[in-house]
Structure formats: structure tokens, C-alpha cells
């Protein structure tokens, strides 16, 4: 067994195909945490794992769909035809969703400074609208007893300060900070996400210095698509590959080969890592 511990089959890119993409998943022995990015997306994961042997659901409202009139942003096609920055959390709402027995995480959740509004004012307002809405589900998650899975983009410092004021374990999705970021999510006692955009940014010499113990891998498919597979792929093109879990594969190589370890080595602490933490 492997364990994708963040995945988006229930996104709209899998819409033509996803019972096949599926199939290949649990043919190839792996399991995935499909991970909900708002009330829609959340409510279609847990309606993937009730209905499929070997998915599981993460529950949360991402940064870049929290309500706000500060700015707007161009809806993603691969995510759903909906508009992003349109909700208002309602933690009952979720509440209602955990009951779900396939429900494992909160997330993905947290902060994401990438896109902002212009102004001094308008950017405080809304990085301070996020930082609210992360503070609202990490409580959620307290409560609930479930571990988080955080998005964080251009905000690890207030990211960390939150993180350091409630007691939560989880995961930080995508890492890509230094290793003085990645160090201080460790001593919090957080693992790291570890997926395919290694492939194009490069954190190797952090990979190398982070516990295997402390290693999670994912793919965030249909997105960060690992090279490999893009060269592998008989239809597509450099640009634009959709990832599958099934990808996952390629990153536990690459880490295995940073550490100098065997694909079974990691593959093996990597899922022991997931089914500990998220209770699998």
C-alpha cells in the first residue's frame, strides 16, 4: 500500500473518466485522501470515499475561496465551474460533514498571500480575513480530535505563529519554504507534504535533512504532474499533463534517491506516516 495524502478526484478535470482513474488508483495499491477545498468540493469527497474502497476525505475551505469583495480572481476549470473567493465559512456546515466516518483531516486550509489586493490597507484586510477563517477551522479541528492539511503560499511566518498558538498535528501540503520554515513546522510536530513539484522547484538538500519519519508524499493531482510521467505520456504535452495518483510513485523514487534509500524504504515509513497520523 501507498498512501496519497492529497488528492482532488473530485475535481471537475476527472469528470470524463473518474471511475477509470479510480481503477488504475486501486489496481496500482493506492489509497488516497481526497481533499475538499470548499463546501462543494468537500461534500463530493466524502461522496467518493463512502462510495470507494481505498479513498478517504479531507473537509476544509481553502484561502482562495474565503469570501471577500477585496478582489476577484479568474475560476479555475480544473477545480469546477464555480467562481473562487465566494464563500462564507460556516462551521456547523463542516460540523455536519465530519460525521462521515471516511472524514480523516480538516483541510486543506490556511493562508495563501500569492494573490492580493492593492492597498496597504485593503492587502491587511484581507490577509486578516484569512488568518481568522484558518484560526476558525483549526479550531474546528481541535474539537473534532482530526488532524489539519495546510496550504500555505508566501505566508509561512504567520502560518507558524498560528500554528504555534493551537494544538493540532497535520500536514504542510506542497512544502516549498527554507529549511528554517520547514524545521519550525517540524518542532510543532508537523509532517511535510512532500509531491511533484520537486521536480521543478528545488528543495532537495531539505528533503535530505527531514526525518523519513516526518514524510508524507502526495500528488495535489490533477495538478504538479512529476516529469517523469509527463515523459512517459503518450498524449499531452510538456504544458499540461493531468496527475493521477498513481504518479505518487515518482516522487517516492526521487526521495528515495535524494537519501539514498530503496523505493520500498520509503514507500514503507511514508504510509506508516499517513496511516498513523490520519488514523487509516
Not at 513546522?185 to 516526518?214: M, Q, T, V
Not at 495535489?220 to 505518487?248: H, Q
Amino acid at each position: 500500500m501507498i498512501i496519497d495524502t492529497h488528492s482532488h478526484l473530485n475535481f471537475k478535470a476527472y469528470d470524463a473518466d473518474r471511475e477509470e482513474v479510480i481503477k488504475r488508483t486501486q489496481e496500482a495499491g493506492v489509497v488516497c485522501i481526497d481533499v475538499g477545498t470548499k463546501y462543494e468540493t468537500s461534500k463530493q469527497a466524502i461522496e467518493l470515499a463512502e462510495n470507494n474502497e481505498g479513498i478517504y476525505a479531507a473537509i476544509g475551505l481553502h484561502p482562495i475561496h474565503i469570501k471577500t469583495d477585496l478582489m476577484k480572481l479568474h475560476m479555475d476549470l480544473d477545480e469546477g465551474d464555480f467562481a473562487p473567493l465566494g464563500e462564507v465559512f460556516d462551521a456547523k456546515k463542516y460540523r455536519e460533514l465530519a460525521k462521515s466516518n471516511r472524514v480523516v483531516a480538516i483541510g486543506e486550509v490556511g493562508l495563501d498571500y500569492y494573490y492580493k489586493p492593492k492597498g496597504t490597507t485593503k492587502k491587511e484586510e484581507f490577509k486578516e480575513n484569512q488568518r481568522k477563517i484558518f484560526i476558525q477551522q483549526l479550531e474546528l479541528a481541535q474539537e473534532l480530535s482530526l488532524p489539519v492539511i495546510v496550504h500555505c503560499r508566501m505566508a509561512h511566518s504567520d502560518a507558524l505563529q498560528i500554528l504555534a498558538q493551537h494544538k493540532v498535528a497535520g500536514t504542510i501540503h506542497c512544502f516549498t519554504g527554507t529549511w528554517e520554515e520547514a524545521e519550525s513546522y517540524l518542532n510543532l510536530g508537523f509532517h511535510i507534504g512532500i509531491n511533484g513539484i520537486i521536480f521543478k522547484f528545488d528543495i532537495d538538500e531539505i528533503i535530505k535533512k527531514i526525518s523519513l519519519d516526518k514524510i508524507v508524499v502526495e500528488t495535489d493531482c490533477p495538478y504538479l504532474t512529476p516529469l517523469p510521467a509527463i515523459a512517459l505520456a503518450k498524449e499531452g504535452t510538456d504544458n499540461y499533463v493531468r496527475n493521477e495518483p498513481i504518479f505518487v510513485k515518482y516522487v517516492i523514487q526521487k526521495i528515495a534517491d535524494l537519501k539514498g534509500l530503496s523505493f520500498d524504504e520509503v514507500a514503507s515509513a511514508t504510509t506508516a506516516n499517513a496511516k498513523k497520523l490520519f488514523k487509516i
